[in-house]
């Protein structure tokens, strides 16, 4: 008697513990504006509308973790399989490398606040009139000291015109280093 008395206050413990634990959920990373903010624990009736899933096996290790930038809009550093990739709206996704990008934590936690980065655009023509269009990240980091990483990039021009299909893809964004950005903005600024 005493044995199933002890057996059932564990059963009736580990059931109640089991209760507080959060479910592991897979948060694509194309989500519409209105579900970037949202707790899919506590909201659990956004899940279905959001495309938010239950993840089923422990062995499913590749889960994209993101975080959205303030600026530009509707842009996020994605962490998957270990590699971070930046994603611009209408573009292919770029990875970054890791010496570039320090201090930026990914966490289910972390996801639902924005990074409050900064960015810097200029646009010029040279001489030859090729058009510039470049612009600089500022992505403070989220541990103490606080680290400013900075992210250079240039726009390219769509190629073809509006007829063609090549103008309706998605560009390939380039990555510069800072001081080349600084130094043509320099020599061509007024």
Do not use: W
């Not at 903010?37 to 506590?42: C, G, P, V």
């Not at 573009?91 to 606040?113: N, P």
């Not at 023509?125 to 058009?131: D, L, P, Q, T, V």
């Amino acid at each position: 008697m005493r044995f199933f008395f002890i057996l059932a206050v564990a059963v009736v413990f580990l059931s109640c513990s089991s209760g507080n634990k959060k479910e592991a959920l897979y948060i694509p990373t194309d989500m519409p504006e209105i579900c970037q903010n949202i707790d899919f624990n506590i909201d659990k009736d956004m899940r279905k509308a959001c495309m938010v899933k239950p993840v089923r096996y422990q062995a499913y290790y590749n889960v994209p973790m993101q975080r959205y930038l303030i600026n530009p809009n509707q842009a996020s550093l994605v962490k998957t399989n270990g590699k971070i990739e930046i994603r611009f709206p209408n573009t292919h996704a770029l990875v970054i490398d890791s010496t570039k990008l320090h201090g930026v934590v990914f966490s289910d936690s972390k996801r639902l606040s924005k990074i409050q980065n900064d960015m810097d655009y200029k646009e010029f023509y040279n001489e030859k009139k090729e058009r510039f269009k470049l612009f600089k990240l500022k992505i403070p980091s989220d541990s103490k000291p606080q680290i400013e990483n900075e992210l250079c990039f240039r726009v390219p021009e769509l190629k073809g015109s509006d007829r063609t299909r090549s103008v309706a893809m998605a560009a390939e964004m380039e990555m510069l280093s800072c001081e080349i950005l600084d130094s043509l903005v320099a020599t061509h600024s007024k």
